[in-house]
């Protein structure tokens, strides 16, 4: 009998599924768009019974429909079930597990920048460091649920359990309330990253009763099994292996190989985030600390704001070109870019600088600069910031075995030369591209006992090409570097 799994993971804009068999061979796929709402600005919301829930529901009909299909194979073959989503998302729900209202969405949503300040003062920041490596952001669910709190006091009055978008899901398939202890870092600074365990010494401060918070547990452990009710709806069969899930980052870091400790996924996309495995859990004061999937396993995240998007801003802006014709001019311009230095900080900065206001520069011009300098000093910057990143990392203690390079802009041969070039390291591009509902269905793998652990994952995922930096390249961008960097330093108090 072949045995399958299942991956689902629910995004801001599109949900995407897969069915695979032990060995990682693809056997269905199926993808579903879906917005989101925006009831004012700075708030960002979706449906959960609609999006979440029903994209997960659409998703697993049509790909256990594609199963029989094209393979003859029953649903009875679907071993277990692996569930990524946005995250950390708040979603108050009732003791029936029913949602009060609309999801929060994660980071986009900034709806609750007071209570963020409110939480600092009534806890303090270094206390909030000390328990969870990091600083309160608007990626943070307890600010949220003391916006909820102050503005919809008659939901937060009815409400059972928080969730995250990952734990409604669970809990429709199994009637079991959780979260996992990748996601937990996000009710900050109601966890401790270190004993992972609730941390209940400033739930009386923040006015939160820690019976709200769902059930932890590791994101490849077993979290139930599909009831009846669940399999009338999905089309599983009653029995089916739940996984607690996790965020779609995780999972994508997953499914594009990463496995051993110093492996290091680079997302390009939009913006860049970059997920790496480490030994130890050590909180660096510059990036995002947290535990992983595995006991044991912990990982540092960051991320750049720009790289897609400001591509995308600058051929809408100077229109007439495509951008791969943008790209054929950069790489017909020299290195250097003509003496051109761009600082990308279009929309802010995340890290290691973490400075929201940061504003892009373009530095150098002059009556000789071409096009193609102008486009390849943007591309330049992304190479210098994923380089400071890559730097100030090795000087807190931590650095990268090797890069697994994923995302839209990972397409482009010309970008990812340049990165190397500048950064000094080779970049390998997996030879699977499907994202997250991968890494979910081989985390359904590890859960049910077909693999030991995430560190298994490269049995999944093969290179498709490595890109080699070039070692004289690399000498010759010191000085670049050095410029980029203290342009910002000069600028700074400009912003």
């Keep these: 009998m072949t045995d399958c799994f299942l991956g689902i993971d629910i995004g801001t804009g599109s949900s995407k599924g897969v069915i695979t068999d032990i060995s990682g061979k693809i056997l269905a796929e199926a993808q579903v768009p879906h917005d989101m709402e925006m009831p004012a600005p700075g708030q960002y919301e979706q449906d959960a019974d609609e999006i979440w829930w029903g994209d997960f529901v659409r998703l697993c009909r049509q790909l256990c429909d594609l199963l029989s299909r094209n393979h003859g194979l029953r649903t009875e073959n679907i071993k277990a079930v692996g569930i990524s989503t946005i995250a950390p998302c708040v979603l108050p729900v009732d003791s029936k597990g029913r949602p009060l209202r609309k999801g929060i969405m994660y980071g986009i949503d900034t709806r609750a920048v007071d209570e963020i300040t409110e939480i600092e003062e009534l806890v303090g920041k270094d206390e909030i460091f000390r328990l969870t490596g990091l600083t309160l952001s608007s990626q943070a669910c307890v600010p949220k649920m003391r916006w909820l709190q102050k503005h919809e006091p008659e939901v937060w009055d009815r409400t059972a359990k928080i969730l995250t978008a990952a734990g409604y899901i669970v809990y429709k ?190 530095f150098g011009l002059s009556l000789q600069s071409s096009p193609g300098d102008i486009f390849r000093a943007l591309q330049e910057s992304v190479g210098y ?17 090797r890069i697994i390079a994923i995302g839209g802009a990972s397409g482009s041969r010309q970008l990812m030369q340049v990165i190397s070039d500048i950064t000094g390291v080779s970049q390998f591009i997996p030879d699977i591209g499907l994202g997250a509902c991968y890494g979910d269905a081989f985390l359904a793998a590890v859960g049910t006992g077909h693999f030991n652990s995430s560190a298994e994952a490269g049995k999944w995922v093969g290179v498709a090409d490595e890109i080699v930096p070039d070692k004289d390249l690399f000498g010759f961008y010191e000085e670049g570097y050095k410029k980029y960097r203290a342009l910002y330093e000069s600028t700074r108090h400009l912003f």
């Design 173 to 362: 398939l199994t009637g079991r309330f959780t979260v996992d202890i990748y996601n937990a870092i996000g009710y900050a600074p109601l966890f401790d990253i270190r004993k992972k365990c609730w941390d209940s010494n400033h739930s009386a401060d923040l006015n939160i009763n820690m019976k709200l918070l769902p059930e932890l547990l590791w994101s490849s452990d077993v979290a139930g099994t599909v009831t009846a009710e669940a399999a009338e709806l999905t089309g599983l069969s009653i029995g089916t292996a739940i996984i607690t899930g996790t965020a779609d980052a995780v999972s994508e870091a997953v499914g594009a190989g990463v496995c051993m400790n110093g492996d290091m996924m680079m997302m390009y996309g939009s913006s860049n985030f970059f997920i790496m495995r480490t030994e130890n859990l050590t909180p660096l004061s510059s990036f995002w600390s947290s535990n992983f999937i595995d006991p044991g396993t912990s990982v540092i995240t960051g991320g750049m704001s720009t790289v897609g998007s400001m591509f995308k801003w600058f051929s809408e802006t100077f229109p007439g070109r495509s951008l791969p014709e943008w790209e054929n001019l950069a790489a017909a311009a020299a290195p250097g870019a003509g003496g051109i230095t761009i600082l990308p900080y279009f929309a802010g900065e995340r890290t290691p600088i973490n400075a929201p206001d940061a504003k892009g520069v373009i």
């Design 385 to 401: 910031g994923i380089k400071h990143n890559i730097e100030e990392m090795r000087r807190q203690g931590t650095g990268a075995r």
